[in-house]
């Protein structure tokens, strides 16, 4: 990019070691260096929240172009959630342990998960096995681990059902029109 982008923008970043293209937002400016002679181009380096995958991440303006035409169009792939019947042991934030154990469990893995729109955010529950569809999922959610584990404390009498009637009818519309494209994509792919 030949310019310093405004806070907020959407981007597409380069990553090298993974050889592609994200689409991400502009968090802040970091830094700005010089190479070791003046000749040497001067880097900035930007926070960017990758849209698609949730992360963080700092990489250089050099890496990072505007986001044009059909992969703006695209929905955000990635969604902020909180889990649910769950809080840290001490305080309202999570210990380094717990954090570690977290990432260690999830990474590279597959999980499934039982959403909960409440107002202003989304509960999880997440499971590591699949369960049949419309049927209890195996095995116990990552909740319940992480307070097995004694990083968490389980609050498993408060357990949320979910009516219906509690959920507006735009996220049910937009459940539906993301239920179908699923499909269609599956279809697609079954071919």
Not at 134 to 145: E, F, N, P, Q, T
């Amino acid at each position: 990019m030949n310019r310093i982008p405004d806070i907020g923008v959407y981007v597409m970043v380069w990553f090298v070691k993974q050889e592609m293209w994200s689409r991400g937002q502009i968090i802040r400016i970091c830094q700005r260096s010089h190479g070791p002679n003046s000749r040497d181009r001067t880097d900035i380096k930007v926070e960017v929240r990758r849209v698609d995958y949730g992360d963080v991440v700092f990489v250089s303006l050099w890496d990072v172009k505007e986001l044009c035409g059909e992969s703006a169009s695209i929905p955000v792939q990635a969604l902020q959630v909180s889990l649910v019947n769950v809080r840290p042991v001490i305080g309202e934030t999570w210990s380094f342990e717990a954090i570690n154990w977290f990432k260690s469990t999830v990474q590279n893995k597959t999980l499934y998960a039982r959403l909960y729109p409440e107002e202003g955010q989304v509960l999880v529950e997440l499971f590591m096995e699949k369960g049949k569809i419309g049927a209890m999922r195996r095995g116990d959610s990552l909740s319940v681990r992480l307070a097995q584990n004694r990083f968490a404390i389980h609050e498993s009498n408060k357990r949320r059902v979910l009516k219906r009637s509690d959920v507006p009818q735009q996220t049910r519309q937009q459940s539906l029109q993301w239920e179908k494209y699923l499909i269609s994509c599956y279809s697609q792919n079954k071919k």
